[in-house]
């Protein structure tokens, strides 16, 4: 059966973590924060819901930036092995983990173990800008060992 325009609208095939007709992007326009080697696809965005579904794919070793923002946010990872930070606590994610971030909550995602990390994120739709953190929110998150350890990885 072949899909008309419409049609694929509402389904897109999956393959090797693409789905037909979404494009790869990259992860931060301007490309003032850092982060490393990091891809995303909205696979899903609606003006009457209000969101977006987006799917992040980190290469190996690489990591997305340490931020913070009033709108808070769901992420299920999809492949891979990783390590999270969200506030002060570090946690080993693995395929089919579900992680809220709240609002205004430091998070970072790394993907370790040599293989892509992959993960779906739903968030608003209109959202506000991430903060990165300046000195004084790194002198608070390096006081603390396990965030320290984390962030000189």
């Not at 326009?29 to 003006?47: M, S």
């Not at 370790?112 to 959202?127: I, K, P, Y």
């Not at 506000?128 to 608070?140: G, I, K, T």
């Amino acid at each position: 059966m072949t899909l008309t325009t419409d049609q694929r609208t509402l389904f897109r095939q999956f393959r090797d973590y693409r789905w037909e007709s979404v494009a790869s992007q990259p992860y931060k326009e301007d490309g003032a924060a850092p982060f490393k080697t990091i891809a995303r696809q909205v696979l899903f965005a609606d003006a009457q819901l209000d969101c977006e579904l987006r799917y992040f794919e980190i290469a190996a070793e690489g990591y997305s930036t340490l931020e913070r923002h009033e709108h808070m946010h769901a992420v299920m990872i999809l492949r891979g092995h990783g390590e999270c930070l969200v506030g002060e606590d570090v946690r080993s994610v693995k395929s089919f983990d579900l992680v809220t971030i709240p609002s205004w909550t430091w998070h970072q995602f790394r993907a370790t173990g040599g293989e892509a990390l992959g993960f779906l994120c739903m968030v608003n739709a209109q959202r506000d800008r991430p903060q990165l953190p300046n000195e004084q929110d790194l002198a608070a998150l390096m006081a603390n060992p396990v965030t320290a350890a984390f962030l000189a990885d």
